[in-house]
């Protein structure tokens, strides 16, 4: 059984706390026009809520890194991130292109009963200022010695799921996406599809 929840309890909160800030110190040099990007401050963990009415395609990102797996089953995360990101709408672009930059920590660890998989995704805009820190942790029944394997693809999958589901909320808050919601491009669009929406006032032969 998988659960997520949106709070950690204090000792997951330290112990994540922990990986977090050893995993900012391996972060240099992983991408030129990014090496610089460290978490500064408490960009807070805040509730997101996507907004329906805007466009995602300007708000472009970059994958910088992932921290933490061993590489294999950072590979196979990196794929289950890319298709859901898709399925949110969200754009990857080239690093060097991109509005928007994801440097993500994943940890997993034994429980009493399982596993326990933490992950933290910092963003970052183009002049290295962290925009928002997202983070959760799901928990898996199993047992065993290696928490990764506990938790498997499965729980991976989920992790990737909600990872992107909650990049895509606050990429549809942020200035590009309320940008292209206003433009007048935009409006015409959305009177286009309500107009297509309207049932019809008659019976098709």
Partial sequence: ???ISQRLSGAAAARLAAIVGLAAFALAGCVETTAE???TGDAGHLHLVRRPDVSLAGATVAFVSVDGPPAEIAANFMKDLARE????DIVVADAKKARYFVRGYLSAYPTQDGAAVEFVWDIFTRDKARAQRL??????KGQGSDAWAIAGAAALSSVAAK?????AAFLSNTPEAVAAASSPAADRAMSALEAAAKPLAYAPE
């Fill in 1 to 3: 059984m998988i659960a």
């Fill in 37 to 39: 990007l460290t978490p």
């Fill in 85 to 88: 990101a898709a399925a949110q």
């Fill in 135 to 140: 983070s959760d942790y799901l928990v898996v």
């Fill in 163 to 167: 990872s992107a589901d909650d990049l």
